[in-house]
């Protein structure tokens, strides 16, 4: 009776547990989309208007864009980062959420990369602008639905004064790419940096 009990007591925790868990990444996820889209209705012009100016516009940064490798530095405005390793898979899944394959005939890359912020005031890390790119130049953004499919997804992080972090970002890209680096330019000026990826 004692063992019953023990093991109810445990299936139940397990549940709660669960529940909490989920919550959690719910309301991530939910604070996630809500300041995605605060963020482009405000900040960016129509999609008609970016097509017309931002391929001509990447064209030419990424021919002068400053070359990097994996485990090289890049200095920004607020914040230095560095792509530590990247890895080619199918599936990505965390350790609570569920296993989310990649759509047929593609792929996901998973960069690790460390950023640390340089100026003198916490800020949350947002991941938009950092893009891959390939040979051809077509653009790949971040995977939105990274959120609760991988673990320490480094996107929404607070960063404080002089302290560095190391997360994962997840990108889709199609299985026939076998070239791409990842590309960021520093605000406020013309300056783009490439890292070689693959």
């Known amino acids: ?22 919550f959690i990444i719910g309301q991530q996820y939910t ?8 963020e482009k209705a405000f900040s960016q012009p129509s999609v008609a208007e970016t097509a017309k100016t931002t391929e001509k516009e990447i064209e030419n940064k990424l021919k002068n864009a400053i070359n990097k490798n994996i ?16 890895v080619e898979e199918n599936i990505i899944q965390s350790k609570y959420g569920s296993p989310k394959v990649a759509d047929e005939g593609a792929k996901f890359i998973i960069l690790d990369i460390s950023v640390t912020n340089i100026t003198k005031s916490p800020f949350d ?58 590309i960021v330019r520093k605000g406020g000026t013309n300056e783009m940096f490439k890292i070689k990826v693959k």
């Open 71 to 86: 485990g090289e530095e890049v200095g920004l405005a607020t914040f230095k980062f560095k792509v530590n390793s990247s």
């Open 125 to 182: 890390f947002y991941t938009d602008g950092m893009n891959l790119v390939d040979d051809n130049g077509t653009q790949y953004y971040p995977y939105n639905d990274t959120i609760g499919n991988i673990d320490n997804y480094i996107d929404m992080q607070e960063i404080s004064p002089n302290i560095s972090k190391t997360g994962k970002m997840v990108y889709m890209i199609p299985k026939t790419i076998e070239s791409y680096s990842f």
């Open 31 to 38: 604070k996630y989309s809500i300041s995605r889209k605060l």
């Open 1 to 22: 009776m004692v063992y019953f009990n023990n093991m109810k007591q445990k299936s139940i925790i397990l549940v709660v547990a669960g529940i909490i868990v989920g």
